[in-house]
């Protein structure tokens, strides 16, 4: 099984994508997990090592895909 | 059926997303057609008006998803 990470911290943008392009992927061969690095700080770390920049973003098999634009990651950090 | 378009021009991201995110894809539940804007120019025209910015990009249903930034729609237009 395929992995599919769906970063994402609640904006707008991020629901859209979440909705529209998250519910799009094939679940037969893909493992989904949502992470909201808006609620779940301790992952932006993680999330900032694997080379995500902004959210909405799907990383699959490690390669990430920043889809439209959100919010960064800073802001994320900040609270905003 | 639903309809998901692909928008291209044969950049390196593109084809990174058209492997990817495309591959990822439902086949089952979504019609999946692929458009290379570089050498299909009069598609251009078509996709802006439906809100395309940049490839690569999916639409889904009608809503425009940007993917990274491969090369913005002006710059397919002058052919770069």
Same mark, same amino acid.
């Given at each position: ?42 992952? =932006?770390?993680?999330?900032e090592?694997?080379? =995500?920049?902004s959210v909405?973003?799907?990383?699959l ?5 920043? =889809? ?7 802001d994320?950090k900040?609270?905003?």
């Amino acid at each position: 099984m395929n992995k599919a990470i769906f970063y994402h911290a609640g904006c707008p943008v991020c629901l859209s994508a979440e909705q529209q392009v998250l519910e799009a992927l094939d679940k037969n061969r893909f493992d989904v997990e949502v992470i909201h690095l808006g609620e779940d700080k301790e992952q =932006i770390r993680a999330a900032e090592e694997a080379g =995500i920049k902004s959210v909405p973003a799907l990383m699959l098999a490690g390669n990430v895909f920043h =889809i439209n634009f959100g919010a960064s990651l800073e802001d994320v950090k900040g609270g905003a």
